[in-house]
């Protein structure tokens, strides 16, 4: 007789892998299917040159819940997150910004171009964390549907109005700004140094087809700032071993706590009778059975993909296919023979050991974003870069370095030609603007990886290649994510659920869609045998 599971949960990315964990741990017998011969989706270390290990897409971490990190007890399972220190910004006349984790020399540093912007910069700073503590306690809370009478909706949405309520006048403005306004209209009420504005408005962007003058993007940099590990708001860092440290902490969890994993089994359809999903057939034909299906997947592929047309009502088809990915972002991984030497600071130091960006003014950054709305990638890119083997020589052998670089823009779809003949120019164009900064990149570079959306989305399956599986724009967030009236992790199939990053509360290595997705399960089907 066939197995029988629980639970099936479709994709081994993070998500995937924190909601099989909880599952697995209150009794469920729970099978996790991952289509690549590798666990972690997004958040994958892979040897893509001999003796360096690539965090080949996602590669810090900062939004990973405290909870997940306690309740898996990921440490013991290898979980290390080791510090980033600070952003440096290479500028066009020769100087640079360098804000670092130390308060008091980053407040110096500021003073050296504005006296104005350090003493605004405190101010920024505490109205940013009674923000992000406004907003925490929604990042682990079911989303309520503002349509609904039912009680346990109208007692959640009088939570948050109450709490808004108690929020200081000065904050309750700061908030509906957020909210609306653009990442650098929100940064030019704050501050005067162009650099600045220009390299914190880059958090606004990130997971988005807008440029930093587009509004909404103030409330993308909220969430970029709400960087957190087990507490520490504005916390970012490595994983040791690269990313897939994260996901194999997490599955190591999964798998103590009794969670089968297969890896190379990729979904062909999801099976479905009387409007009930009952299981799974893989693109082998093998087909398994359970009496719960979550999926970690995006949209397109669960709703578009996975099941029949004739399955689903119209109206929420017509919802699926309005949902924007809209991927943007590309990678360039570089294997190094040595440090890059930047003019601004030459010779190797602690400056980089922090974040990178060339992002050295507000046109700048907007002109990327001109080139990307006419279907071109950008010329001049924003670029933030990591050498990850200076916290973690681990991932590199002994004397050579990793520089990691996320890429923007580079749309999706493009006005002319098609990404595999322009791999080559968009790799060279980021290695060029590189170079404006630190000449020697060309001679110290002995392997590198190109990375395309369109190479994210064949090799990992997110549509359109964009990480968050979906757009972090105002509406596809909360109660809108991933579909008005369905953002509470149940899907019009009965016993299918979503568990992935086009959940609320969105993308990011955090867990959290995966952790509540498996309460609601949990809320819906109850504990198991164990």
Not at 247 to 263: H, L, M, P, Y
Not at 386 to 413: E, M, W
Request: hydrophobic share 40%; aromatic share 10%; with cysteine.
């Amino acid at each position: 007789m066939a197995k029988r599971y629980d639970v099936i949960v479709i994709g081994g990315g993070h998500n995937g892998l924190v909601n099989a964990a909880y599952l697995a741990k209150a009794g469920k017998k729970v099978l996790v299917l991952e289509r690549r011969y590798v666990l972690g989706g997004a958040a994958v270390t892979e040897e893509i040159i001999p003796g360096f290990k690539f965090s080949v897409f996602s590669y810090v971490v900062s939004l990973l819940r405290p909870e997940i990190i306690r309740d898996l007890d990921l440490p013991r399972h290898g979980l290390e997150i080791l510090p980033l220190d600070g952003t440096i910004t290479p500028m066009q006349n020769g100087d640079y910004l360098w804000r670092e984790n130390d308060h008091g020399r980053t407040r110096r540093e500021l003073e050296r171009h504005s006296k104005l912007d350090a003493e605004a910069y405190e101010e920024f700073g505490k109205s940013m964390v009674a923000m992000c503590r406004f907003v925490k306690p929604i990042l682990g809370m079911i989303p309520p549907d503002p349509a609904s009478l039912d009680p346990r909706d109208l007692k959640k949405l009088a939570f948050l109005g109450k709490r808004f309520q108690d929020l200081a006048a000065e904050d309750k403005y700061n908030l509906v700004q957020l909210m609306t306004m653009s990442a650098a209209d929100f940064l030019d009420q704050w501050f005067e140094t162009d650099v600045l504005k220009a390299t914190m408005s880059a958090s606004g962007i990130i997971g988005t087809f807008l440029g930093i003058r587009s509004p909404g993007t103030a409330y993308v940099l909220l969430h970029h700032y709400m960087g957190e590990i087990d507490g520490a708001f504005r916390s970012w860092g490595f994983s040791r071993g690269g990313t897939g440290g994260i996901s194999n902490a997490i599955a190591g969890a999964a798998k103590e706590a009794g969670v089968e994993i297969r890896t190379e089994a990729a979904v062909n359809r999801i099976l479905i009778k009387n409007g009930v999903a009952q299981g799974v057939v893989l693109e082998g034909g093998e087909e398994i059975y359970a009496d719960v299906v979550s999926s970690s997947v995006d949209p397109n592929l669960t709703f578009l993909k996975f099941i029949e047309e004739r399955e689903l009502p119209g109206d929420f088809l017509e919802e699926v296919r309005r949902y924007k990915y809209r991927g943007s972002s590309g990678k360039v991984n570089l294997a190094l023979d040595a440090l890059p030497d930047f003019t601004c600071l030459p010779g190797p130091g602690h400056h980089l050991r922090g974040a990178m960006s060339i992002s050295p003014s507000m046109e700048y950054m907007e002109r990327a974003y001109d080139q990307a709305k006419y279907g071109e990638f950008s010329r001049r890119p924003y670029i933030d870069m990591v050498i990850p083997t200076l916290t973690d020589p681990s991932v590199a052998p002994p004397g050579k370095h990793i520089l990691s670089c996320f890429v923007q823009y580079a749309p999706y779809k493009l006005s002319s030609g098609n990404w595999n003949e322009q791999r080559e120019a968009f790799g060279n164009t980021v290695i060029d603007t590189i170079a404006e900064y630190a000449p020697n990149i060309r001679n110290i570079i002995i392997g590198k990886q190109f990375i395309t959306p369109l190479d994210i989305e064949r090799q990992t399956g997110l549509t359109e290649g964009n990480i968050f599986q979906g757009e972090l724009s105002l509406e596809q967030l909360f109660f809108l994510r991933p579909a008005a009236g369905w953002a509470r992790y149940r899907t019009p199939i009965n016993k299918l659920y979503m568990c992935g990053s086009a959940t609320h509360p969105g993308g990011g290595i955090m867990g959290a869609p995966g952790r509540l997705a498996a309460l609601e399960i949990l809320k819906d089907t109850g504990k198991g045998k164990n």
